[in-house]
Antibody, heavy 131, light 109 residues
Framework: QVQLQESGPGLVKPSETLSLTCTVS??????????WGWIRQPPGKGLEWIGN???????FYNPSLKSRVSIYIDASKNQFSLRLSSTTAADAALYYC???????????????????????WGQGALVTVSS | SYELTQPSSVSVSPGQTATITCSGD??????VYWYQQKPGQAPILVMS???ERPSGIPERFSGSASGTSVTLTISSVQTEDEGDYYC????????????FGGGTQLTVL
């Protein structure tokens, strides 16, 4: 059973960079049988996909956030992380990390590869943006 | 940008059938996934690839697809089924392979 746990500062000042880490247990972050993603949910609102990463070198970001987002893997710690720059109040949300099981690892991920379900989710980390 | 449309709310009595729809232009070509989210909890996957039920999900949950709409059906609804339901799909080879619907609040009266 894969388990994920988000961690990071709960308060970020406007214009600064939001940084969160997801620690994975029950699976290797380097495994080609999973890809890893971030999803956020503003208080009282719906889900918004942020981006996915696979095997450290394949990444796909939400086009609406692409200019401000970075997702990367730290294999030595079995973690993956999110950085979101130039934050505003609109970035305040519950941030979830999640993973999608890859049944057939591709040579090169294509569009359909990234559109799978998120099979396991962390409990979420609440981030407030305020001075 | 691409949108998936869901009703904002659905209400049913215990034992009745609840249907939640998700509509989008690319759905004839893209699978839909459904998540259930209860207050204070992370979403859980309750339906995969339009109509495949993940392990551990009760048989009263089923899915179907027709044209530009996909439907999640919950038969013999129980009070524990109350929560928010989100569909997820892709925009069909456009810029975003992951799009969520706005969510449907299921109330079991």
């Amino acid at each position: 059973q894969v388990q994920l746990q988000e961690s990071g500062p709960g308060l970020v000042k406007p214009s600064e960079t939001l940084s969160l880490t997801c620690t994975v247990s029950g699976a290797s972050i380097s495994s080609r049988n999973f890809y890893w993603g971030w999803i956020r949910q503003p208080p009282g609102k719906g889900l918004e996909w942020i981006g996915n990463i696979y095997s450290s070198d394949s990444i796909f970001y939400n086009p609406s956030l692409k200019s401000r987002v970075s997702i990367y893997i730290d294999a030595s710690k079995n973690q993956f992380s999110l950085r979101l720059s130039s934050t505003t109040a609109a970035d305040a949300a519950l941030y979830y990390c999640a993973t999608s099981v890859v049944v057939t690892p591709p040579a090169i991920p294509d569009y359909d590869f990234w559109s799978g379900p998120f099979d396991y989710w962390g409990q979420g980390a609440l981030v407030t943006v305020s001075s | 940008s691409y949108e998936l449309t869901q009703p904002s709310s659905v209400s049913v009595s215990p034992g009745q059938t609840a249907t939640i729809t998700c509509s989008g232009d690319a759905l004839p070509r893209q699978y839909v996934y459904w998540y259930q989210q209860k207050p204070g909890q992370a979403p859980i996957l309750v339906m995969s690839k339009d109509r495949e039920r993940p392990s551990g999900i009760p048989e009263r949950f089923s899915g179907s697809a027709s044209g530009t709409s996909v439907t999640l059906t919950i038969s013999s609804v129980q009070t524990e089924d109350e929560g928010d339901y989100y569909c997820q799909s892709g925009d069909g080879r456009g810029p975003s392979p992951v799009v969520f619907g706005g969510g449907t609040q299921l109330t079991v009266l």
